[in-house]
């Protein structure tokens, strides 16, 4: 299984922009998807995620600012972030809990993005 992040890059603090993150491989089904993100210095933090379900669960310091959505279709998941600050500066992962098989299930990581927002 394997997580392909886009999007990402550079932007003026207020702007916007997008990311997703496509599952591949072997997937029987997903569970959870959801985007973590990781400042320089800080620790990976959760920033969001959504059951298969499509209920979202999000940051304090993102919720009405950030939007995540999902594909199932496409084993697909999005994170539209909006009103961004020098804050959101990060590294952000994709990450999504995958069952393989009727037994087994495991989490598997995307390769990491770069969002990088100039004051």
């Known amino acids: 299984v394997q997580l392909q992040a886009s999007g990402g890059g550079l932007v003026q603090a207020g702007g916007s922009l997008s990311l997703s993150c496509a599952a591949s491989g072997s997937i029987s089904s997903i569970d959870v998807m959801g985007w973590y993100r990781q400042a320089p210095g800080k620790q990976r933090e959760l920033v969001a995620a959504i059951t298969s379900g499509g209920r979202p669960n999000y940051a304090d310091s993102v919720k009405e600012r950030f939007t995540i959505s999902r594909d199932n279709a496409k084993n697909t998941v999005y994170l539209q972030m909006n009103s961004l600050n020098a804050e959101d500066t990060a590294v952000y992962y994709c990450?999504?809990?995958?069952?393989?098989?009727?037994?087994?299930?495991?989490?598997?990581w995307g390769q990491g993005t770069l969002v990088t927002v100039s004051s």
């Open positions: 990450a999504a809990r995958v069952r393989t098989g009727l037994f087994t299930k495991n989490d598997y």
